[in-house]
């Protein structure tokens, strides 16, 4: 059953690119710090082999212990579905901006879940850190999706991405917005320097302590689609759409690089510094809205 799901091609071409990206953000960051690095399909056999190792449960987890890493990329998959890649959406129907929202803020909750349901102190700590982080750059995130879609006229991220086709781009049109985008969707899959969730020097793995065998590739792959779905909704909203898969790799590659930039060049920030910068991107999103309200 559930390789029945895996292939379906929608879902299959997702998984396989958010691997991909990975590889290549882990390989330009090591060039970028004069490292060799593993190679680009490293992400794909540290998958295969987390599916293949022994599931561990704690005597003390709690109820949840499997459905929510499930959930998690289930909600993240769900997402991707519905942002429109090279053109096309895998799933037939209009999306929502509103509904891919929920479910990657869906996504957040159930990582959230993962750490507490664990009963490891670090993971506590770590699901607290997440659902802290998660207070300060929803805010700026959802002002920044909603700029494009009130300037279109439109919660549909594809005729939003259409709207760009005859050149003009919404990223020079609305820089604030942009620039709070690009720092939520670093907060929103814990890329320096907003990897406050699982500061490792600090908290071990956070919310993925007590995790192994496939319950925490099922925690790692959320992490890596959430990224290519974030950099594709980027791509879609802001950068010009894509009429063609080539428009869309070459736009989506430029975009990982500046989040590799950020995550090689960035310390990570204390808790309370997170919140205070993503108000301050919410803030400076808030011109551009209030620019598309007076327009």
């Known amino acids: 059953m559930i390789l029945e799901i895996l292939v379906y ?5 997702i998984l396989l690119f958010s691997l991909v990206y990975s590889g290549i953000l882990r390989k330009l960051a090591a060039m970028m710090q004069s490292r060799i690095g593993p190679p680009v399909w490293q992400p794909i056999l ?35 579905l519905m942002v429109p890649m090279g053109g096309m959406m895998a799933l037939p129907f209009q999306s929502n901006l509103l509904i891919i929202f929920y479910f990657l803020a869906m996504s957040s909750v159930a990582l959230y879940l993962c750490g507490f349901v ?18 300060g750059y929803e805010l700026p995130f959802i002002i920044s999706i909603m700029v494009p879609a009130l ?28 620039l709070a985008f690009f720092a939520a969707a670093l907060a929103k899959t814990e890329t ?27 925690i790692e792959l959320t992490h890596f689609v959430k990224l290519f779905v974030l950099i594709s909704l980027g791509v879609a909203l802001f950068m010009g759409g894509s009429p063609d898969i080539l428009a869309f790799l070459v736009k989506s590659l430029a975009l990982l690089f500046l989040v590799t930039l950020s995550r090689v060049v960035f310390a990570r920030l204390r808790v309370d510094h997170v919140l205070r910068v993503a108000w301050v991107f919410g803030a400076v999103a808030l011109i551009d809205l209030v620019r598309v309200l007076l327009w």
């Open 9 to 13: 091609p929608g879902i299959a071409f």
């Open 46 to 80: 540290d998958t295969l082999k987390l599916l293949g190792k022994e599931d561990i449960i704690p005597e003390q987890a709690k109820p949840g212990f499997t459905l929510w890493p499930a959930v998690a990329l289930a909600s993240v998959i769900v997402a991707g």
């Open 118 to 135: 664990s009963s490891n102190p670090f993971g506590i700590v770590g699901s607290v850190r997440k659902i802290t982080q998660a207070v």
């Open 151 to 178: 300037f279109v006229g439109s919660m549909n991220p594809l005729t939003i991405s259409s709207y760009q086709l005859g050149g003009t781009w919404l990223a020079g049109m609305f820089p604030f917005a942009f």
């Open 192 to 218: 320096p320097p907003f990897h406050v969730p699982g500061a490792h020097q600090e908290i071990v793995a956070g919310y993925c302590t007590e995790y192994t065998g496939t319950r925490l590739a099922f």
